[in-house]
Each structure stands twice: as structure tokens, then as C-alpha cells.
Nanobody
């Protein structure tokens, strides 16, 4: 069974940093590209960043390039998203997602204020 559990969100001042984690259960993780998405209140879900199975290729939406860094530790079945230079417009619920079957976690709230 595919399960994803995010953590690391919180309240941070503009310009601050957070590190989000997503722990995966199941043997799929090492064989699956992963991604982060976010949803702000009243807005649609927005893809933020993606990473391939080995971690050598990463992708970002334009609004977070240079500020966010996606990474993964396949030995720990964990996906990360380092958020730096946070802006108020980054406030959202952040979800990790696996390309294996599209499963998404329950999310972790990031509030920049």
C-alpha cells in the first residue's frame, strides 16, 4: 500500500526558511519520480517541483526557482523540499505526490506572515 506522510510545515516570517519532508511507505519509492504541489486557499492545486528516481534531475515552477530545492534520500524513503526566501504568496498546503500511482499525502501547511 502506498502511503505518503508530509511534515515540516509551520508559520514563518517573510524571508525565512522551512524544510518539508515526505516519508513514503512501500517499495515503490526508489522506482518512482516524485513531486511537490501546493494549494493556496481559494486556488487550484499548483505543481511546484519534481525529481526523477535517482535524484539527478530536478524541475521547478518559475515562481520558486532559485528559492526552493527538491531532493530525495532513497535509503530513507524520504523526499524533501527546502524552502528559502519565503514570500507571503508561498502560503499554501504543500503535498508530496508519487508518479507511481498518483497517490498524494495529507499535506503540511506553510504559512508565511
Amino acid at each position: 500500500q502506498v502511503q505518503l506522510v508530509e511534515s515540516g510545515g509551520g508559520l514563518v516570517a517573510p524571508g525565512g526558511s522551512l524544510r518539508l519532508s515526505c516519508v513514503a511507505s512501500g517499495s515503490f519509492f526508489n522506482h518512482s519520480a516524485m513531486s511537490w504541489a501546493r494549494q493556496a486557499p481559494g486556488k487550484e492545486l499548483e505543481w511546484v517541483s519534481g525529481i526523477n528516481t535517482g535524484g539527478g534531475s530536478t524541475y521547478y515552477t518559475d515562481s520558486v526557482k532559485g528559492r526552493f530545492t527538491i531532493s530525495r534520500d532513497n535509503a530513507k524513503n524520504t523526499l524533501y523540499l527546502q524552502l528559502n526566501s519565503l514570500k507571503t504568496e508561498d502560503t499554501a498546503m504543500y503535498y508530496c505526490k508519487t508518479d507511481f500511482d498518483g497517490t498524494r499525502g495529507q499535506g503540511t501547511q506553510v504559512t508565511v506572515s
